[in-house]
């Protein structure tokens, strides 16, 4: 099972609006309602920040909204904050009852 | 509130056994997917394995039977037995509970350090 494909980075200014993709096959992303995205600050466990593609758990942030269209999920932070200068990562179910993550992408907000 | 907590990670020869404990509290243990990820010195997350709460489990592929996850409901445990650890196991090893299939409470890492 190969990694699900995100870019190495993504960069905007404070206020702006950037957008993650996540890019998989019908086994996994295409295949099933099950995307979450992980954020994660550097020498920090992973916290989700959103299941089942689209649904934020409490706590989150709503400037954080996701989506999906065929094989590929998206991730939009808007309003960006410094804060949300980190790590971040898709993770998809996968037709063998696995999971996959994607491979990650660093965000800077310059 | 819902947590996990990691141990049994440290230094091992190539070639040796560890075995990695999480325990849980705040939540039903029995009642949740338990899994475990982990992630190497400056790489991405990689997710090994997961077991359901009557014990069924299911692996990644690659690694081919080395690795054995296992809980033990009573003690609100989950274990992730690792043997014939080669350098490239070398990382920081999460337990996570799984709810609607996403990772919705982690653990703050175990460090396994594969060394000769």
């Known amino acids: 099972q190969s990694a699900l494909t995100q870019p190495a980075s993504v960069a905007g200014s404070p206020g702006q609006s950037i957008t993650i993709s996540c890019t998989g096959t019908?086994?996994?992303?295409?295949?099933?309602?099950?995307v979450s995205w992980y954020q994660q600050h550097p020498g920090k466990a992973p916290k989700l920040i959103i299941y089942e593609v689209t649904n934020r758990p409490s706590g989150t942030s709503n400037r954080f909204s996701a989506s999906k269209s065929g094989n590929t999920a998206s991730l939009t932070i808007s309003g960006l904050q410094a804060e949300d200068e980190a790590d971040y990562y898709c993770?998809?179910?996968?037709?063998?009852?696995?999971?996959?993550f994607g491979t990650g992408t660093k965000v800077t907000v310059l | 509130q819902a947590q996990l907590v990691e141990s049994g990670g440290g230094l091992v020869g190539p070639g040796g056994s560890l075995r990695l404990s999480c325990g849980g509290s705040?939540?039903?243990?029995?009642?949740?997917?338990m899994h475990w990820i982990r992630q190497a010195p400056g790489k991405g997350l990689e997710w090994l394995a997961y077991i359901s709460g009557s014990s069924g489990d299911i692996y990644i592929e690659s690694l081919k039977g080395r690795f054995t996850i296992s809980r033990d409901n009573n003690k609100n445990s989950l274990f992730l037995q690792m043997n014939r650890l080669t350098v490239d196991d070398t990382a920081v090893y999460y337990c996570?509970?799984?709810?609607?299939?996403?990772?919705?409470?982690w653990g703050q890492g175990a460090m396994v350090t594969v060394s000769s």
């Open positions: 993770c998809s179910t996968t037709s063998i009852s696995t999971y996959v």
């Open positions: 996570a509970r799984g709810r609607r299939g996403s990772l919705d409470v």
């Open positions: 019908g086994n996994d992303v295409g295949g099933f309602e099950f």
């Open positions: 705040g939540f039903i243990f029995s009642d949740y997917f």
